[in-house]
C-alpha cells in the first residue's frame, strides 16, 4: 500500500498534491487561537456557501457522527443544502440537528453480492435524479463504489464527484479469499464508472491517494489530503498522568481482528508472563455487519486472562484517558490516519502503534510514542514493557503526542482542508 514513512512530513493540516507530481504542499490557515500555549490552525469561514447542495454518502449514522460530524458542519459553511445518505440505526435526529437533512438508506454493508449492490446503485441513482446534487461526496470503498455505480445509471450530472477515502479497511487488508475477490470487483468498478466523472481523491494519507492512483483511479494533480476526521483539543484536553498503581494500557475501536486485537491481547499475555505489572483494558464492541468480527466467545476466554478487561461501549472518551497511561493502536492497516489515535495523543496519551500507513504519518519513532510491526505480539510486549517500566517516558512521550495533534490534526485543520479541496474542485 506504498511505503512505509516513519515520520510524517511537516506538521501542517492539509498536504495536498502538486501538478508536478512533487510532494504535497502545505494548505493551512493559521490564526491566533491558543490553547494548552500553542498556536491552533483556525478556520477561516467562507464569507458565503459556494454550491447549492451536497450529497453526502456514509453507510450508517453511527459512524457519521462518530468521525464525521466536524466534517458535515464544514460543508454546512460551504453549501447551502447539505444531504446525507445513510442507514439508520436510530439517529438520525442527531445529524438533523447539525443542520444537515438525512435519507434513510440502506446500503447492504457487508454485502459483497454484486447483484445487490447493484440493485442499491440503481435506487442511489434515483436519490441522485431526486436531490440534482453539485457535489456527490462519496466517504469509503463501498460508498465510492455506490456513487460512481450510480452516477452512470443518473441522469443529472453533478458538477464533481469526491472521492473520499478513509483507510481500505476490511476489504482493503483482509487475505480471505472473499475479500481479495471483493477487492478487484470494487476498484475495477471505480474505475470503470469514474473514466466520465473525473473524480477528486480526498485521503487521510498520502499512501491512500497512491493506493487508489496506482488501482487506475484518479489523477495525482486532482488530489488532496484531509488530516483525519478532526478532533477538538478543549473537548479532548490533555490529562493529567493517572495515579495507578499498576500502570493501565487501552483499546478503543471496533472489536475486529482487523484492528489487531488479538495481536494486542496475546502481547499483553507476554508482558503478564514476563512479571512487569499491566492491566489492560478494551472499550468497544464487536461489529455484527464485519466478517471479521471478534466473537463474544473469544472475549470471554480473553477477560479469564488476569488484569484484562473488556469495558464494552463508551459514549466519554476523555474519562478512558484519564484512567490510562498507554494507547494502543495494533491496527493491521486499512485505516486513514486512526481517530483513537487522535483522541490519545489529544488527551496526552504516549502510543503504541502499528508501522502501517497513517499511523507512521502520525507517531514518530521515540517521540510520540512507538511504532511495531503489524500483527506483531512480540514487538508490541516490548513496546509495552519500555512504556510499562518508565513513567517519566510516559509522560514526555504524551506530552509530544498531545503537540503533534495540535499542531495539525485539529477540527480547524479539518475545516481549512476541506475550505481548500472544495475551492479547488469547483473552480469554474
Known amino acids: 500500500m506504498g511505503s512505509d514513512l516513519a515520520e510524517a512530513r511537516g506538521s501542517g493540516a492539509a498536504r495536498r498534491r502538486t501538478r508536478s507530481g512533487g510532494s504535497p504542499r502545505l494548505a493551512t490557515v493559521q490564526h491566533n487561537l491558543r490553547h494548552d500555549g500553542l498556536t491552533l490552525p483556525s478556520l477561516k469561514r467562507a464569507a458565503e456557501p459556494i454550491c447549492n447542495r451536497v450529497l453526502v454518502l456514509i453507510t450508517e449514522d453511527w459512524f457519521a457522527l462518530s468521525h464525521f460530524t466536524p466534517l458535515l458542519r464544514e460543508l454546512r459553511a460551504l453549501s447551502r443544502d447539505v444531504v446525507l445518505v445513510t442507514g439508520s440505526s436510530g439517529r438520525l435526529g442527531e445529524i438533523r440537528q447539525l443542520g444537515v437533512r438525512t435519507i434513510d438508506f440502506d446500503m447492504r454493508r457487508g454485502s459483497f453480492n454484486p447483484l445487490v449492490q447493484a440493485a442499491v446503485a440503481r435506487r442511489l441513482a434515483r436519490v441522485i435524479d431526486a436531490e440534482r446534487p453539485d457535489v456527490v461526496h462519496a466517504i469509503s470503498l463501498q460508498p465510492m463504489m455506490l456513487a460512481s455505480l450510480a452516477l452512470d445509471r443518473a441522469i443529472h450530472r453533478p458538477h464533481a464527484l469526491l472521492l473520499h477515502v478513509t483507510g481500505l479497511g476490511y476489504v482493503g487488508v483482509s487475505r480471505s479469499p472473499t475479500a481479495a475477490l471483493a477487492r478487484g470487483l470494487i476498484f475495477r468498478l471505480i474505475r470503470k464508472s469514474c473514466r466520465r466523472s473525473q473524480p ?211 477540527t480547524q485543520a479539518v475545516g481549512s482542508a476541506l475550505q481548500t479541496t472544495y475551492r479547488e474542485l469547483l473552480a469554474g
Open 200 to 410: 477528486w481523491l480526498l485521503a487521510e494519507n498520502p499512501d491512500d491517494i497512491a493506493f487508489v492512483i496506482s488501482r487506475g483511479i484518479g489523477r495525482e494533480d486532482r488530489s488532496s489530503i484531509v488530516p483525519g476526521a478532526g478532533v477538538d483539543p478543549i473537548e479532548f484536553a490533555a490529562q493529567p498522568p493517572p495515579r495507578n498503581a499498576v500502570p493501565r494500557a487501552a483499546y478503543v475501536g471496533r472489536l475486529v481482528r482487523s484492528k489487531g486485537v488479538e495481536a494486542l491481547v496475546a502481547a499483553f499475555q507476554r508482558v503478564r508472563a514476563s512479571g512487569v505489572p499491566l492491566e489492560l483494558v478494551l472499550y468497544g464492541k464487536p461489529d455484527a455487519q464485519n466478517p471479521d468480527a471478534i466473537s463474544p466467545q473469544k472475549l470471554a476466554r480473553w477477560c479469564q486472562t488476569p488484569g484484562l478487561s473488556w469495558r464494552g461501549h463508551v459514549n466519554d472518551i476523555p474519562a478512558v484517558w484519564r484512567e490510562a497511561d498507554i494507547a494502543m493502536v495494533p491496527t493491521l492497516g486499512g485505516e486513514g490516519v486512526p481517530r483513537a489515535m487522535l483522541e490519545a495523543a489529544a488527551c496526552a496519551r504516549p502510543l503504541i502503534a502499528s508501522n502501517v500507513p497513517g499511523c507512521n504519518h502520525f507517531v514518530r519513532q521515540g517521540f510520540e510514542g512507538f511504532l511495531v510491526p503489524p500483527g506483531d505480539p512480540e514487538a508490541l510486549a516490548q513496546a509495552l514493557i519500555k512504556l510499562a517500566s518508565d513513567p517519566e517516558m510516559r509522560q514526555r512521550q504524551g506530552a509530544l503526542a498531545r503537540n503533534r495533534l495540535v499542531s495539525g490534526y485539529t
